[in-house]
Structures are given as structure tokens and as C-alpha cells.
């Protein structure tokens, strides 16, 4: 017994076999720590963004929706996570808002656009927000619909992403045609969503998430 006392001494010193306790509880406090602050970032990632929802959006006619078109500062940092990929569309779709403007039909979107368009930049201004910015983010989204979908703009928020200023677009999308024949059906609604994330200051695209 004495013998392999001494024995085990010699091979792992008292003193050394404690700081390997003190390192190894070190390190599992360390990964502790890593793993509850990602948990808490990506439940960032993904909480709603909050801006204005007009007053009974739901009940208000498609005429009459451009009129309550949305662009305005939202107090948020968006943060990249694994892949460096930003969660859009949970956090600036899943909404009343949005869902009322799914309901818009895919007939003359080009116009819709354009009015669209316009409407948020006119909202920009207003709000004291930078609408050069934003009017150079919507001409590259209409640059980059190489696929020709009905696309309209209904959602353009300023916010940060680390230590940029940036640009968060929401538009709606459908296809033109359904019918075997290629007929475009003005019944059809743009009843899905793209989202993107611009720098504002050179307009790079930093996120962007659809749905099928």
C-alpha cells in the first residue's frame, strides 16, 4: 500500500492532480457559459421585430393598405449566428401586418410596385430616416427578381446589424400563371414572402430569406 502511494505520487503530483480539476472545471464553466450565450443570442434572432402594426390592418381593403405602408426605425441589432445567416423571415413576418398584404392580388403588380415603392420612401422622409439609402436597396431588389415574380414591397425597417446601419425590405411574391395555357390569373395573391438585409451605406446584401 505505502509503495503504491509513493508509486502514484510520483507519476501524477497531489498539487498537479488538483490543477487539473480546477482546469477541467474551468473549461466545462467556459463551454457552459458559450453554449447559454448562443441560446440566448439565437432567441434574438428570432424575436419579432417590433414596429408599428396599424389599428385593424387586418379588416382594411387592398386599395387602402398602400396607405399604411410601414418604414420606420426598429430598435434592433441583428445578429449573424451559425453560417453567418440572419433569421428574417421569423422575425419580420410572422405578423398580422404582413399577412393582411398576403391577401393582394398578383394583377398588375408591376404598378403595385411602383406605388409601393414610392409610398415607403414617402414614409421614410417622413420618419427623418435615410431614403436615398432605401430608394437604392428597392432598385436593387428589382435588379436581382431576375425570376420576373410579382413582387411588391410592403415593409422597410432602419436598424443595426453589429455596428451597421441597415436596411430590412419585406415584399410580398406570387407566381403570374397557373393555367396550362400561361394565362395570367388576376385571382392569384402574392401570398408569399422575400426579406432582405442591405448595408445601408453601400447597399451589399448582408441577409436574405424566402419561403417557398
Given at each position: 500500500?505505502?509503495?503504491?502511494?509513493?508509486?502514484?505520487?510520483?507519476?501524477?503530483?497531489?498539487?498537479?492532480?488538483?490543477?487539473?480539476?480546477?482546469?477541467?472545471?474551468?473549461?466545462?464553466?467556459?463551454?457552459?457559459?458559450?453554449?447559454?450565450?448562443?441560446?440566448?443570442?439565437?432567441?434574438?434572432?428570432i424575436?419579432?421585430?417590433?414596429?408599428?402594426?396599424?389599428?385593424?390592418?387586418?379588416?382594411?381593403?387592398?386599395?387602402?393598405?398602400?396607405?399604411?405602408?410601414?418604414?420606420?426605425?426598429?430598435?434592433?441589432?441583428?445578429?449573424?449566428?451559425?453560417?453567418?445567416?440572419?433569421?428574417?423571415?421569423?422575425?419580420?413576418?410572422?405578423?398580422?401586418?404582413v399577412?393582411?398584404?398576403?391577401?393582394?392580388?398578383?394583377?398588375?403588380?408591376?404598378?403595385?410596385?411602383?406605388?409601393?415603392?414610392?409610398?415607403?420612401i414617402?414614409?421614410?422622409?417622413?420618419?427623418?430616416?435615410?431614403?436615398?439609402?432605401?430608394?437604392?436597396?428597392?432598385?436593387?431588389?428589382?435588379?436581382?427578381?431576375?425570376?420576373?415574380?410579382?413582387?411588391?414591397?410592403?415593409?422597410?425597417?432602419?436598424?443595426?446589424?453589429?455596428?451597421?446601419?441597415?436596411?430590412?425590405?419585406v415584399?410580398?411574391?406570387?407566381?403570374?400563371?397557373?393555367t396550362?395555357?400561361?394565362?395570367?390569373?388576376?385571382?392569384?395573391?402574392?401570398?408569399?414572402?422575400?426579406?432582405?438585409?442591405?448595408?445601408?451605406?453601400d447597399?451589399?446584401?448582408?441577409?436574405?430569406?424566402?419561403?417557398?
Amino acid at each position: 500500500m505505502v509503495f503504491g502511494k509513493c508509486l502514484g505520487s510520483l507519476i501524477i503530483p497531489d498539487n498537479e492532480s488538483s490543477n487539473m480539476k480546477k482546469t477541467t472545471k474551468i473549461s466545462i464553466a467556459f463551454i457552459a457559459i458559450v453554449l447559454l450565450s448562443y441560446v440566448y443570442l439565437l432567441s434574438l434572432s428570432i424575436r419579432p421585430a417590433r414596429f408599428t402594426i396599424p389599428d385593424n390592418i387586418e379588416d382594411i381593403t387592398q386599395e387602402e393598405l398602400i396607405n399604411n405602408l410601414v418604414a420606420e426605425r426598429v430598435r434592433e441589432n441583428l445578429i449573424p449566428l451559425l453560417g453567418n445567416e440572419l433569421n428574417l423571415i421569423p422575425k419580420f413576418t410572422f405578423n398580422k401586418y404582413v399577412k393582411s398584404f398576403q391577401k393582394i392580388s398578383v394583377n398588375d403588380w408591376q404598378t403595385k410596385w411602383i406605388d409601393h415603392k414610392n409610398m415607403l420612401i414617402e414614409k421614410a422622409k417622413e420618419n427623418q430616416l435615410d431614403h436615398a439609402s432605401l430608394t437604392k436597396c428597392l432598385d436593387q431588389i428589382a435588379l436581382l427578381n431576375d425570376e420576373e415574380l410579382a413582387l411588391v414591397p410592403i415593409l422597410a425597417c432602419s436598424c443595426k446589424s453589429l455596428f451597421s446601419d441597415v436596411w430590412v425590405i419585406v415584399c410580398v411574391w406570387g407566381q403570374t400563371t397557373i393555367t396550362s395555357e400561361g394565362i395570367s390569373s388576376g385571382d392569384l395573391s402574392l401570398g408569399h414572402v422575400r426579406v432582405w438585409a442591405f448595408r445601408a451605406k453601400d447597399q451589399e446584401v448582408i441577409g436574405f430569406n424566402t419561403c417557398d
